[in-house]
Every structure is written in structure tokens, then in C-alpha cells.
């Protein structure tokens, strides 16, 4: 059974930065795209970024995150990590990881949310102006 379990979310201040983790477990988890979404109050659940399987050299990012948020992974851990710098009050939701539903899927565009098929629980991020 897929298990992910995220940490790292927290109440902060307009620019400050956060590092969330998401750690896999019952996955082969070098050969998975994994992705981090959130769901703001009120609205959807959308696609933050994602990062390729393998070295995770390929990666996608939202537009409203790019050049702030950085993904990236580490096999020998099974962790997926969402850096995000010069956070803003709209960055505020609950951000949980995922992982793609099969092997070695790479995309290059946004992923639909129907390709990821285990999720974590979710941490809530909270930035105040």
C-alpha cells in the first residue's frame, strides 16, 4: 500500500520561505513522477509542480509559482521536497504530494489531476500579508 506523508507546512509571514517534505513508502519510488498540489479555501485542487521520475531533471511548474517554488527529489530517501521562497498570501492552501498512477510517465505540460492515484494527507500553508 502507497503511503505519502508530508511535513513541513506552517503559518508565516508575506516573503518568508517554507520547505515541505513528502515521504513515500510501498512505492517504487525512482521510477514514479511525483507532484505537489493545493487547494485553497474555497477553490479547486491545482497542480503545483511536478517532477519527472529518474534524476528528476524534467520538471513543470504553474505559472503563479515559477521562478519562486522549486520541486525536487531524492530516491535514496523516497522524499519529494517543495522549496518555496518570497511566499504570498494567495499561496495559502493545503498542499499535498502525489504520485503518478504508472511508471516512467513524463510530461513536459501540466499533469490532469486524474494521472496521480496516491496522495498524502496534506499540510496546511498559511501566509499572512
Known amino acids: 500500500q502507497v503511503q505519502l506523508v508530508e511535513s513541513g507546512g506552517g503559518m508565516v509571514q508575506a516573503g518568508d520561505s517554507l520547505r515541505l517534505s513528502c515521504e513515500a513508502s510501498g512505492i517504487t519510488f525512482s521510477t514514479h513522477t511525483m507532484a505537489w498540489f493545493r487547494q485553497p479555501p474555497g477553490k479547486e485542487r491545482e497542480i503545483v509542480a511536478a517532477?519527472?521520475?529518474?534524476?528528476?531533471?524534467?520538471?513543470y511548474y504553474r505559472d503563479s509559482v515559477k521562478g519562486r517554488f522549486t520541486i525536487s527529489r531524492d530516491n535514496a530517501k523516497n522524499t519529494v521536497y517543495l522549496q518555496m521562497n518570497n511566499l504570498k498570501p494567495e499561496d495559502t492552501a493545503i498542499y499535498s504530494c502525489?504520485?503518478?498512477?504508472?511508471?516512467?510517465?513524463?510530461?513536459?505540460?501540466?499533469?490532469?489531476?486524474?494521472?496521480?492515484?496516491?496522495w498524502g494527507q496534506g499540510t496546511q500553508v498559511t501566509v499572512s500579508s
Open positions: 502525489a504520485a503518478h498512477r504508472n511508471e516512467y510517465h513524463i510530461r513536459s505540460a501540466a499533469y490532469p489531476i486524474s494521472d496521480f492515484g496516491s
Open positions: 517532477v519527472a521520475w529518474g534524476q528528476g531533471i524534467i520538471t
